[in-house]
């Protein structure tokens, strides 16, 4: 009934229509050593299959169930376990127990059921209601109408567990009692259910985690169909998954390990980003901004030019628009000398009036319908004329984009923000044999690798600012939450948004100050910014000016002083960025994440640690006034928001228009 329920996709996940639930019901162990164990497998129905449980790292076991006969399809891996761990395997008579550093796991072969043995975690096998219906989704398969097979495991959740991570999630970070399925999307906005990033990486209160090794639309019965039981679903060849044991910050520690390090930005990226907006542009505007920044003596490291660098119709083509920007290196040059480095805007897609677009048709250079020819389709809601998606599995069309990128950074340009990625349908058909349903949640790796790439040979360092993610894209460096609205309900869920990031394994992230749609009204525009500001990276950016100085004297006011004590913290945030990248641990810190048996902490969703010392509190309200939840030790306010205050706590706090949202850990040294 809801209108959110029938907003148009731009590229919806493959239906699942299930026809026959088949899970194991038997099992007998084939080998067991310090390599792991494999049991040969059978189904209800009767099917076969191998069940593998491996050591990855000292806090994590591999899982894989993959039943014979079911076909293979060009996919990928994106977890990379260590090559040499090992583990201890005990045996009796109808157990089995693997012994890793710090993981235990039981192996009871009737009925087949495992057990984390530190948190005592049971895997849910059969739980029916009253009317002998089975209510979750034990291990095994489920065979669709179609007569594909969709993976399934489910495990028994305790009443106070909470559940985090899964990408970016605007509902909040706790995702207890929903159900979330991971599929990158444009979420058209910043206050519904749909995520431009997702991460197949849950993280519970109750000391583990999980990460599943697929590209397919993984999904999550959090609590929600069963609500003694959690689920998981995926509809790949076979079923991939890391039960991982430890803390959060451990679980996050062994993401790291198993899907590669964060990358840290240049020292100059952690300074304020001014945009000029989502609206034409010209040498000239920029120009005035770079004059009016410094004649202000406002701080600003990037300048970033949005889609109108480029000829209107023609965005993407990686082509300077001649009229608007008649000396595109000259600009560069200029700004340089003032100390400036410059964003460009870019996407993967190419629009049907390019000239460049009968070339890259010609050569194949697009994703293609199951018929043979290039998917064309709307990736801008109408408001432009239809677009085709580069095939990034194609070398000819790698090339090309390498080139346009190559030849743009070589003129003096320092990043790209890599805008979209979402938009591939389910059914194209890629160079390399991957279809839709595997390739959507990989292209926005592909698209970001390859602009990587590019931009670490030519500026030597491997930045992108990118919209869309999945699992490993922390290697990127730079997200942002996508198209708010210039809103306080936006505000908050671009908060929470951004925890739930945190809780992912992507440790700096930022958004648009001010919300992206509309124009906030100042006293909106100041709390943002003030959140923006001690965020992990910070930009202005909208449809309207986001320009400091265009909201009032008061307003900017408020606004130049946050920006100049983001400045004054930029030491603290870069030492505490590298020690993100080193462990693994977010930049902005939730609260849950250093005390999850807090359950203040968990209810504290609004607020977070930036670096380890460091309470952020965001308005998200008008009126200047919020309750805040203080950890345990003495923290001291900034100047105006009152005495220190010994935690653990909640009190309500006045935060003058001002004053930035933020208290110091009593004893830390930032400066």
Sequence with gaps: MHPRDSAPWVAPPPPLVPALLDPLAGARVTSADEAGVTLDVRT??????????????????????????????P?????????????????????????????????????????LTECHLLQATDVSDPGDRTTVLPLGVTELADGQLVHHDSWFTEPDEHFYGLGERFTGPDLRGQRVDCWVEDAQGSTGTRSYKAVPFLLSSRGYAVLVDTTTAASFDLAHSNTGAWSLTVPDEELDYYLIAGTPTECLRTYRDLTGPALLPPAWAFGPWISGGFR????????????????????CDVLHIDT??????????????GEAFPDPRGLLIDLAGQGFHVSLWTNPYLSVD???????DRNG????????????????????????????????????????????????????????????????????????????????????????EVTREVAGHG??????????????????????????????????????????????????????????????FVRWAQFGLLSPLTRFHGMTSRLPWDF??????????????????????????????RTGEPLARPMALDHPGRPDAHAADLQYLLGPDLLVAPLYAPGGRRQVWFPPGEWLPYAGSGGPIDGPAWRRVRIPLAAAPLWLRAGAHVL
């Excluded at 034409?280 to 701080?299: C, K, N, T, Y």
């Excluded at 390019?354 to 890259?360: V, W």
């Excluded at 008061?554 to 590298?578: D, F």
Aim: proline residues 6%; neutral net charge.
């Design 552 to 581: 009032g004297e008061e307003a900017y006011a408020a606004v130049l002083h946050a920006a100049r004590l983001r400045t004054g913290l930029l030491p603290y945030v870069r030492r505490s960025a590298a020690d993100a990248v």
């Design 308 to 321: 109108y660098w480029q000829r209107p119709g023609c965005w993407s083509d990686m082509e300077w628009d």
């Design 463 to 524: 930045l992108t600012w990118g919209r869309s993610t999945w699992t490993g894209g922390q290697r990127h460096g730079a997200k942002w939450t996508g198209d708010s609205n210039a809103s306080w309900q936006d505000l908050a869920s671009t908060l929470r948004a951004g925890l739930s990031l945190s809780f992912s394994g992507h440790p700096f992230w930022s958004h648009d100050i001010g919300g992206f749609h509309g124009t906030p009204e100042p006293e909106l």
């Design 280 to 299: 034409p542009d010209s040498a000239a505007d920029v120009r005035e901004r770079g004059r009016r920044i410094r004649e202000l003596g406002f701080p």
């Design 354 to 360: 390019s000239p460049h677009f009968a070339e890259a």
């Design 44 to 73: 209800a129905s009767g099917r076969t299959g191998t069940l593998r449980l491996r050591p990855a790292t000292d806090n994590s076991l591999r899982i894989t169930l993959r039943l014979d006969g079911v076909p293979t399809a």
């Design 75 to 115: 996919r990928v891996s994106l977890v990379t376990p260590p090559a040499d761990t090992g583990c201890l395997v005990e045996r009796s008579a109808d157990r089995l127990t693997l012994r890793l550093g710090s993981l235990a796991v039981d192996v009871h072969l009737s009925p087949l059921t495992l057990e």
């Design 365 to 452: 250079w697009f994703l293609r319908t199951p018929s043979g020819a290039s998917w064309t389709g709307q990736v801008w809601g109408g408001a432009h004329p239809d677009s085709a998606v580069l095939d990034l599995t194609h070398p000819g069309a790698a090339d090309w984009l390498r080139g346009r990128v190559r030849r743009v950074l070589a003129a003096g340009v320092s990043v790209l923000k890599t805008d979209f990625g979402e938009a591939v349908p389910v059914d194209a058909v890629a160079y390399n044999g991957m279809t839709g349903d595997r390739l959507h949640n990989l292209y926005p790796l592909l698209f970001n690798d390859l602009v990587a």
